[in-house]
Each structure stands twice: as C-alpha cells, then as structure tokens.
C-alpha cells in the first residue's frame, strides 16, 4: 500500500474514537469487561445509545463481546488497540520515506 494512503481501518479507529462518549467507554473497559446495563451507570445517555456506541466500536474492532448466560459483556479489544496506533504511529517514522 502507498504510504501515503490511509487504511480503511485506520479510518473506522479514529472515527469511533473521536467522540468523547466511547473514549470514556474504553476506559471503563480497560478496567474490566462490563454488561451495558453497568455501562450506562457512568452516563447520562439512555443505555439505547450506550448500546449504538458499542455496536459502532465493535465495528471498529476497539471491543468484542461476550454472551454470559443472558447478558452481553464487552471488553476492549486491547492487542488489536496498540496494533492499529503503532500502525498508524509508524506511518510518521523518517518524512523523505514518505514522501
């Protein structure tokens, strides 16, 4: 790929990540997997919206779910995380590279 393209998936990371909501929602989930009803305690959002949030990281690869028994768990999707920053962090090495 040309350095100078930007992957698709870099592009679902960021978008996810740019609300202020779902930054708060992964650091809830960096400390521990959580069901949406526990989620939603943290927030002043319906937990329908709290759900739309997490559907919309899920998509982006930030978390992945759990079924326990009748209650979805989710929890941050931490290795793919770093991979995807110090993929796109790389991109900024030696600028002649690049251009």
């Known amino acids: 790929m040309d350095k100078l ?15 202020p909501t779902r930054q708060r929602i992964a650091i809830l ?3 521990k997997p959580c069901c949406v009803g526990e989620l939603t ?3 002043t959002v319906s937990q329908p919206t709290i759900s739309r949030h ?14 326990r028994g009748q209650q979805v768990f ?7 995380l ?5 993929s796109f ?6 600028a002649e590279e690049v251009i």
């Open 41 to 43: 305690k943290h927030f």
């Open 54 to 67: 997490l559907g919309l990281m899920e998509t982006a690869g930030i978390l992945h779910r759990e079924r």
């Open 74 to 80: 989710y929890a941050l999707n931490t290795d793919d």
């Open 5 to 19: 393209q930007c992957c698709p998936s870099y592009l679902k990371f960021f978008a996810a990540m740019s609300d």
């Open 29 to 31: 989930l960096h400390a």
């Open 82 to 86: 770093v991979d995807c920053c110090l």
């Open 89 to 94: 962090a790389s991109k900024f090495g030696n």
